[in-house]
T-cell receptor, first 112, second 113 residues
Framework: QKEVEQNSGPLSVPEGAIASLNCTYS??????FFWYRQYSGKSPELIMS????GDKEDGRFTAQLNKASQYVSLLIRDSQPSDSATYLC????????????FGSGTRLSIRP | DAGVIQSPRHEVTEMGQEVTLRCKPI?????LFWYRQTMMRGLELLIY????????DSGMPEDRFSAKMPNASFSTLKIQPSEPRDSAVYFC???????????FGEGSRLTVL
């Protein structure tokens, strides 16, 4: 089992709709979770971090964490063409001296 | 403020040659990470440092890879000898502490012929 798993997509969402991105992780003791956005040919950039169970909202983005289910998600409301990118889930592993591991990423495409 | 600076941005070399990638982290950041990204394997952690000390190098593919951080403002990743399967984008990222909030450089795209 991979330490961090994501559906590779592509996920196609109409403009203005909600995009839902999902991630599962295997290290039950992990406490810190992150979503990065990567445009084609560019480097990853942090968009959300979440540490506690529940929802965290920042503008059009909402991160959701369920530690019991070892599940993290990212919702993007009112999707825009500029949201088309690959979204990477990252986990700060509890079991491995603060190693930060990324999922393989989900490619999101917002269609006009 | 300057972000993480990597060089070279692009490197094309022949199999068997030595490759050195360089990274200058953000001033004041005490954690530094080297990742490699390919289509097949995604973003893989190679090695990371805290306060210039290597903490975990279990992701380094084999002995051909080595990394150093002689001081807080400079790190290198060396591949000797290089092989075509080393072709990838190599990212350096720094963090003020190991929080997971990484700031990435623009990456070094390596092509080994």
């Amino acid at each position: 089992q991979k330490e961090v798993e994501q559906n590779s997509g592509p996920l196609s969402v109409p403009e203005g709709a909600i995009a839902s991105l999902n991630c599962t992780y295997s290290d039950r003791g992990s406490q810190s979770f992150f979503w990065y956005r990567q445009y084609s040919g560019k480097s990853p950039e942090l968009i959300m971090s979440i540490y506690s169970n529940g929802d965290k909202e920042d503008g059009r983005f909402t991160a959701q964490l369920n530690k019991a289910s070892q599940y993290v998600s990212l919702l993007i409301r009112d999707s825009q063409p500029s949201d088309s990118a690959t979204y990477l889930c990252a986990v700060l592993l509890y079991s491995s001296a603060s190693k930060i591991i990324f999922g393989s990423g989900t490619r999101l495409s917002i269609r006009p | 403020d300057a972000g993480v600076i990597q060089s070279p941005r692009h490197e094309v070399t022949e199999m068997g040659q030595e490759v050195t990638l360089r990274c200058k982290p953000i001033s004041g950041h005490n954690s530094l990470f080297w990742y490699r990204q390919t289509m097949m394997r995604g973003l893989e952690l190679l090695i990371y440092f805290n306060n210039n000390v290597p903490i975990d190098d279990s992701g380094m593919p084999e002995d051909r890879f080595s990394a150093k951080m002689p001081n807080a403002s400079f790190s290198t990743l060396k591949i000797q000898p290089s092989e075509p399967r080393d072709s990838a984008v190599y990212f350096c990222a720094s963090s003020p502490q190991v929080t997971g909030e990484l700031f990435f450089g623009e990456g070094s795209r390596l092509t080994v012929l």
